[in-house]
């Protein structure tokens, strides 16, 4: 641009103040074929347009309704990834309170597991027995009901009504 420059204006002359002077004249010519040898006079003019319909621009309305279909469709696709996307996180963080959850109960049903040993131990049930008074059974305490009847006997089963007092007092 600098050779272009130096060509057109000259090389002797500063080529910024060459190209001010350029840009002015031009401006001034252009003013004056617009105007022309006369200075200009508008006068205002009410100009009543109520009336005036505006003819529909078919192919700008199908480019409104298509660009208005294009940004509903992608709302729609940044909507459903979103949302996707956010489900996702909160069933990641369900899934791993359920997990911590589950960790809690394994925990607590080795506890219970370990305290049903300890409880159930028969040198500790014995040693109970024994701070409450009691002995080993001997054999004499033992009462076994079928002792009379023979095992492998029927039995009739009987029953028998029970005595009603009466009422008059004897």
Avoid at 21 to 46: K, Y
Avoid at 121 to 130: S, V
Wanted: hydrophobic share 45%.
């Amino acid at each position: 641009m600098a050779s272009y420059v130096a060509e057109y204006f000259g090389a002797g002359r500063s080529a910024p103040r060459q190209i001010e002077e350029h840009n002015a004249r031009l401006f001034a010519a252009q003013q004056r074929l617009r105007r022309g040898p006369t200075i200009e006079v508008f006068f205002p003019r009410r100009i009543d347009n109520s009336r005036l319909v505006k003819a529909p621009d078919m192919a700008r309305l199908r480019e409104m309704r298509l660009f208005t279909a294009a940004c509903v469709v992608f709302f729609t696709l940044v909507m459903v990834y979103g949302w996707q996307h956010f489900s996702s996180i909160e069933l990641g963080y369900r899934v791993e309170a359920k997990r911590q959850q589950l960790e809690q109960l394994r925990e607590q049903n080795r506890q219970l597991r370990l305290a049903e040993a300890e409880l159930s131990q028969p040198q500790r049930i014995d040693a109970l027995a024994h701070e409450m008074g009691m002995d080993v059974v001997r054999p004499d305490q033992v009462v076994r009901v079928g002792d009379t009847i023979a095992a492998s006997a029927p039995v009739m089963a009987q029953s028998q009504a029970p005595a009603v007092p009466m009422a008059g007092g004897r």
